[in-house]
């Protein structure tokens, strides 16, 4: 199987790297790339130290068409909208830091900054209508292009929780190619952090951890 894993930062292969051994050991083609490489550059030394390391390939193209905004936007905006859920009463720095980013992150997400409280059924409602709306967003030429030319069997980003994250970009191609009734395409997420319902492709990546589980 051929496997594109794609984390945050370098410093996650702390948690990961007997796992990326693991799939080269037992035959599976493993290709690695970072989403921001700059952040502890140094972990990567713990590649070298590897007996089946993967095929780092760098950083992870981005989105850089008209849609960009918009998309980070939207994907922003349902990270602070989550957090309106009164399940998460007591997440007052994780909201807070939601909603900074909304704000920061421009029009498509600024004006749910300014919710501050809605019910249980609101907030369900109004995040299906923004991932919808995310959904409807055509792909990435660039990042479609990259995940072509790597054709994997499997996706898998990590941690995929950081708010507006550009990581659901990697995810989306894969997911929309149709090569599911062909073979076993599917998105895997890794969480290390706290659970999430955010992304976009969420159920694809559910999907995708149960098939890694039942046949690496």
Do not use: K
Request: hydrophobic share 35%; net charge positive.
């Amino acid at each position: 199987m051929r496997i594109l894993c794609d984390l945050n930062t370098p410093g996650h292969l702390r948690l990961f790297d007997s796992t990326l051994d693991q799939l080269g050991a037992r035959g599976h083609d493993v290709f690695l790339t970072f989403t921001q490489p700059d952040e502890y550059p140094g972990a990567l030394e713990r590649l070298g130290e590897l007996g089946h390391p993967p095929t780092h390939l760098g950083q992870g193209p981005r989105r850089e068409d008209e849609f960009t905004s918009m998309a980070r936007g939207l994907r922003g905006a349902v990270d602070y909208v989550r957090y309106l859920d009164p399940r998460f009463a007591a997440a007052d720095f994780l909201r807070a830091r939601a909603r900074e980013r909304a704000l920061r992150y421009g029009p498509f997400s600024r004006p749910f900054a300014a919710i501050r409280r809605l019910r249980p059924w609101q907030v369900r409602l109004l995040v299906r209508a923004l991932m919808a709306a995310e959904r409807a967003l055509p792909t990435s030429s660039r990042v479609d292009d990259f995940i072509r030319s790597v054709g994997p069997d499997l996706v898998v980003v990590s941690p995929f929780l950081t708010a507006g994250s550009s990581q659901t970009e990697r995810g989306n191609p894969l997911g929309r190619s149709g090569r599911r009734g062909a073979g076993r395409a599917a998105v895997g997420e890794l969480q290390a952090q706290e659970g999430s319902d955010r992304c976009s492709a969420h159920r694809r990546c559910r999907a995708g951890a149960t098939a890694t589980r039942s046949g690496a």
